[in-house]
């Protein structure tokens, strides 16, 4: 009887988590570049350990969903999108992190920075500019002062392999992989893959499940209140 209502309760409270990352997804459905987070359950898992041991639901890990957003023109040079897979590398105060954001901007001594201040990585390093010119080939060669400067550093990484850190930004449990050809877009931002009626559905059926669990544990602790009555009558 009491695995019912610890089944109840888990249930009760993988669905709160899920409402939690459903509402961060919406919350950053206009943030540029930005990565859904996907929640799923352990159902399998679950039904096997409930029959063999009275075990609850356990919630796996919450995973980055990589795929692309939508993109759109701005004109400036210094936006960048990625077209297909891969993630652009930083030097962040906290190492080296990963994002799809491609906004930048030149700092006074020619360093090629994000709009947060945080260093774009090439092949050899930190890029640095010569000239006030920027040109960026299809294959992420960076041009400049009329010379070539670097390779810019699309990492290849997995979904499994990233941690989101506070910021929005990547960190990688595993040294990245440079990808061999990459595809860039110079003049173009990325939009963040959020689909919003998709999360509001999602929302949605988080509610009934919760709301279902809710009245499971009701029904469970009213019947296990009337045996606990009826053994002490």
């Not at 009491?2 to 899920?18: F, I």
């Not at 409402?19 to 859904?36: M, Y």
């Not at 356990?58 to 897979?85: K, N, Q």
Request: net charge negative; hydrophobic share 40%.
């Amino acid at each position: 009887m009491t695995r019912g209502l610890h089944a109840a309760a888990a249930g009760m409270r993988t669905q709160l988590r899920r409402q939690d990352v459903n509402a961060n997804n919406l919350a950053n459905a206009g943030t540029p570049g930005f990565r859904r987070a996907e929640m799923t359950i352990g159902v399998t898992a679950f039904s096997h350990a409930l029959v063999q041991a009275g075990a609850v639901p356990a919630t796996d890990a919450t995973s980055v969903d990589l795929s692309p957003g939508p993109v759109h023109e701005t004109g400036s040079v210094f936006d960048l999108a990625i077209d297909g897979d891969g993630l652009f590398a930083l030097q962040t105060a906290r190492g080296l992190r990963y994002t799809r954001a491609g906004s930048l901007q030149p700092a006074p001594d020619g360093r090629l920075l994000t709009t947060a201040g945080h260093q774009v990585m090439g092949r050899r390093g930190p890029i640095v500019l010569p000239g006030e010119e920027f040109l960026v080939s299809e294959r992420g060669q960076v041009f400049s002062g009329g010379q070539y400067v670097d390779d810019l550093f699309i990492a290849q990484l997995d979904a499994g392999q990233l941690r989101r850190d506070p910021d929005g930004l990547f960190n990688a449990n595993v040294g990245p992989l440079m990808m061999d050809e990459p595809r860039v877009r110079q003049g173009y931002v990325e939009e963040a893959n959020v689909s919003v009626v998709r999360e509001m559905a999602q929302m949605m059926g988080g509610f009934r499940a919760y709301e279902a669990s809710a009245t499971v544990l009701r029904q469970t602790d009213q019947t296990v209140g009337t045996l606990i009555e009826s053994a002490l009558a």
